[in-house]
């Protein structure tokens, strides 16, 4: 992985522009601390590691950038034909909490549905 001009090791860095509030139910972990999103990925991630996303949300120009750690990971050829991904639980500071509090406003009353998502 490359280094940044610290030698800190940099963390991976996601991209996700969700359009439509079905998709954003479906990638939404509502049941992870602090909230986090699932991003189809087919690039290789381990539990735990740290990565930074980039968050376009619906009708919003503005993206949000995000920092957070792989809490979830679904391989290539997972049972059931889910998508292979990483779930990113946000983390614990401002951009974290503004993404989750974006998320939740647009999501409103369909947070409570029974429908499958991309992780449970």
């Given at each position: 992985m490359p280094n940044d001009v610290t030698g800190q090791v940099r963390p991976g860095v996601l991209s996700l522009?969700?359009?439509e509030k079905s998709a954003l139910f479906a990638a939404f972990m509502p049941f992870i601390k602090g909230g986090g999103l699932f991003?189809?990925?087919n690039k290789t991630y381990k539990m735990g590691e740290d990565v930074f996303m980039l968050l376009t949300l619906m009708d919003?120009?503005?993206k949000l950038p995000v920092s957070g750690k792989v809490v979830w990971v679904t391989p290539v050829g997972s049972h059931g034909g889910r998508t292979q991904g990483v779930g990113v639980q946000f983390?614990?500071?401002d951009s974290g909490r503004a993404a989750q509090k974006k998320i939740e406003g647009f999501l409103g009353g369909s947070l409570k549905s029974l429908r499958p998502t991309h992780t449970m």
């Open positions: 522009s969700i359009k991003i189809p990925t919003d120009p503005a983390a614990p500071n």
